[in-house]
């Protein structure tokens, strides 16, 4: 904390950021899948509160926020690397790990602004017990219904919704490692690599350990992807606050990673 208000010119509020927001393009009615780095700002007057608020200032209930609110660690102990546990307890971790519940299981590596978030008022969170995402303002449901349990970042999930509505991407303070639409990309592809993955779900009232298709992501390739994006896309860079910030088409950020990683596996 010190290191950031050292590295902070002015306090960061509300109001700023939401002259920051406007002034990158964010608008009215849009539908943006937002992605944080909150420390990235600088010192900010509220912290994750303070940023939400912007947020809803500028897209107002005539658009939609969303943003993935993850909870990988629901899964099977024997793929954890970090950090790894010993075999002899894989047993006990997969009997006792409570099921997922999207009412109150917290997300998990996301940053304080998405677990904030999930629990701000007029908020809905999504099935899926590792990739669900959250949602607020008109398109809410639309967007986090239905997401199915296999292929988690597929189409019958909220990407594929976003995609269908022309949403917009919003990176603040985040990389191109964390655009999780380019995992929508992954499934639209012919070379792909299918597994199984496990996770504790409540199923007809029981807490049941649950089976499920996914694919192996390969998020290592995203900041190339990324990069190259940069260079061709009709993408809106600024800053909101201290934070370098990208603001871009959802759909077009698909579009290119399918044709990248297309050419990437030739």
């Known amino acids: 904390m010190k290191h950031i208000v050292e590295t902070t010119d002015f306090p960061r509020t509300r109001e700023s950021l939401r002259e920051d927001f406007i002034n990158i393009g964010l608008k009215k009615g849009m539908t943006v899948l937002v992605h944080t780095s909150l420390s990235s700002i600088g010192w900010v007057n509220g912290g994750s509160v303070a940023v939400i608020e912007a947020l809803t200032d500028v897209v107002t209930e005539e658009g939609t926020i969303v943003m993935p609110s993850q909870s990988t660690n629901l899964s099977d ?6 950090p790894p546990v010993p075999e002899s307890w894989w047993g006990t971790i997969r ?22 978030f ?4 007029g908020v809905v969170r999504s099935d899926h017990p590792a990739y669900s ?3 607020w303002g008109k398109e809410k449901n639309a967007i986090i219904n239905h997401h199915s349990l296999h292929f988690g970042l597929g189409e019958q999930s909220p990407l594929g919704v976003l995609d269908k509505l022309e949403a917009f991407v919003l990176l603040l303070g985040a990389s191109f490692e964390n655009t999780t639409a380019f995992h929508l990309a992954e499934y639209r592809i012919p070379y792909r690599t299918e597994v199984q993955k496990e996770a504790p779900i409540i199923e007809n009232g029981k807490r049941v350990w649950k089976t499920y298709r996914e694919l192996s992501f390969r998020e ?8 190259d994006f940069l260079q061709v896309g009709d993408m809106k860079v600024g800053k909101v606050g201290s934070a370098r910030t990208y ?6 950020a698909v579009r290119y990673a399918e044709k990248w990683l297309t050419r990437y596996d030739k």
Request: proline share 8%.
């Open 220 to 227: 290592e390739l995203f900041e190339d992807i990324g990069a």
């Open 133 to 135: 995402f959250v949602a």
């Open 118 to 121: 999930r629990t701000y008022p």
């Open 95 to 116: 009997d006792t790990m409570p099921a997922y519940d999207k009412h109150y299981t917290p997300t998990i590596g996301m940053g304080r602004v998405v677990e904030t």
């Open 77 to 82: 102990p024997s793929e954890w690397g970090n």
């Open 247 to 252: 603001l871009f088409s959802f759909s077009e």
